[in-house]
């Protein structure tokens, strides 16, 4: 299976829900997702699902000084971000749950 299809479906709510946990810069949030399993996930995706997540006002963010290199732009969930991954998490968990019965591993482990 083409895991990329899928990945691009659901990283909006992956990126609210590790940055949700802890403010973070672009790269920072690339490495707790590969952290997390998402091995095949994209510099770049992350990036322009930043710029999405920020210009749709689910993200803020603040440039924090740094004395070993360039800036960091660091992001965090606003009000409305922390809706939209309330929201997300439900319609995934649905999701996941309709197709763990489809495919009959509901309960148990798939052959």
């Given at each position: 299976?083409?895991?990329?299809?899928?990945?691009?479906?659901?990283?909006?709510?992956?990126?609210?829900?590790?940055?949700v946990e802890e403010d973070a810069y672009g790269y920072d949030i690339v490495r707790r997702l590969r952290e997390a399993g998402l091995?095949?996930?994209?510099?770049?995706?992350?990036?322009?699902?930043?710029?999405?997540?920020?210009?749709?006002?689910?993200?803020?963010?603040?440039?924090?000084?740094s004395d070993e290199g360039p800036h960091r732009k660091y992001y965090a969930v606003t009000p409305s971000g922390r809706q939209a991954l309330s929201t997300g998490t439900k319609t995934w968990r649905h999701f996941a749950d309709v197709l763990d019965d489809l495919l009959g591993t509901s309960g148990r482990a798939a052959a």
């Open positions: 299976m083409d895991t990329s299809q899928l990945l691009k479906g659901v990283l909006d709510l992956a990126v609210l829900a590790v940055v091995d095949d996930v994209g510099d770049a995706s992350v990036y322009g699902t930043l710029r999405r997540l920020f210009r749709s006002g689910s993200l803020s963010s603040y440039v924090v000084p």
